[in-house]
């Protein structure tokens, strides 16, 4: 086969270089509510790391006179802004830059008119987020209300961002479109006007009224019901009428009915052999067996053959697995 063309592998080159590494991804970029966010939680965390500092001169008492107090200087907020974004940072640096006169302004105006800085800055003054509980372009109220939204047994989709549809994705025991219907496995153990609390019920009902194996409404698969309460079937049995192995209705794999009861198949004696490689030696296990070759033997695809010698135990005859090892 000749050699391919040089131009058809400058292409291929060209074309690896373009490709990105196996099993890398593409970092997805924060939304710009997160990103105000974080600048916020970022410049919170500034003012509590310089809330007991001060002008740190020789001379406080006259630089907070002269100078006004330290706690809502201009200095204070260079000390602050100036620790909120990494160097490597490019988003956060971006966002800093494009606001920083608004977070001046919040600082030394608005500050004590609006003190909740996430709400003036990133929902009233960019629009990027919504208050909690709202939701969208229009900061509508979730399902269920901004207070509780989705009764407080789900989460919001997009709450307190500009994205989503405001639905809810219940916490596991709830659903309904307001999360407050019980799921199955689950009863209502409290339900008013403003809440619904949902319980697991017994690991035996598939749908319950109460906490107990006596409350079942109808019995989980594996299980019967029997005296008022639900049982579980023997290990032995696929659906039971009762408890034990003479209960089921049929038989697990495995296993098979003699005189009434599912009783273990003893894959190794019958007829057809179970173990097919030549010299290969069979041991019965509860519902299943194991393939094994003999001492002195070593395995290959389609057979056991003897080892050479030296290679293992001389003389010794076949011994089966122990139990630990079945």
């Not at 490709?19 to 997160?34: E, F, M, N, R, Y």
């Not at 004590?112 to 109220?141: I, M, Q, R």
């Not at 916490?171 to 307001?178: D, E, F, K, R």
Request: glycine share 10%.
């Amino acid at each position: 086969m000749p050699p391919p063309p040089r131009a058809t592998l400058g292409f291929l080159l060209l074309l690896l270089l373009l490709l990105p590494p196996c099993g890398t991804q593409a970092v997805k970029k924060p939304t710009l509510c997160k990103q105000c966010r974080e600048l916020v939680d970022k410049f919170k965390k500034g003012m509590v790391d310089t809330a007991k500092k001060n002008f740190g001169g020789g001379n406080t008492a006259w630089e907070e006179k002269t100078l006004s107090k330290y706690e809502f200087s201009e200095i204070r907020l260079m000390e602050i802004v100036e620790s909120l974004c990494d160097s490597s940072d490019f988003e956060c640096n971006r966002l800093l830059e494009e606001q920083e006169e608004h977070l001046e302004a919040w600082w030394l105006q608005l500050k004590n008119e609006h003190p909740d800085l996430f709400e003036w800055f990133c929902v009233k003054t960019l629009k990027v987020c919504c208050s909690p509980g709202t939701y969208g372009p229009d900061c509508l109220a979730c399902q269920g209300g901004s207070e509780r939204p989705c009764s407080g047994n789900g989460h919001c989709s997009g709450d307190g961002s500009r994205e989503g549809d405001g639905s809810c994705r219940c916490h596991v025991g709830y659903q309904g479109a307001l999360c407050t219907d019980c799921m199955d496995g689950y009863f209502s153990s409290l339900r008013n006007q403003t809440h619904s609390v949902c319980t697991a019920c017994d690991e035996s009902c598939k749908t319950c009224s109460g906490p107990t194996s006596r409350d079942c409404n109808e019995c989980e698969v594996g299980w019967v019901l029997e005296e008022d309460a639900c049982v579980e079937c023997d290990s032995t049995c696929a659906g039971c009428t009762g408890d034990g192995p003479g209960s089921c209705k049929e038989c697990v794999p495995g296993y098979a009915k003699d005189s009434g009861q599912c009783a273990d198949i003893d894959e190794c004696s019958l007829a057809e052999r179970a173990c097919a490689r030549e010299n290969e030696n069979c041991y019965n296990t509860p519902g299943s067996y194991v393939c094994v070759c003999p001492e002195g033997f070593e395995e290959t695809d389609d057979a056991c053959v003897p080892m050479a010698q030296g290679e293992g135990a001389e003389g010794n005859p076949a011994q089966p697995p122990s139990r630990e090892e079945l």
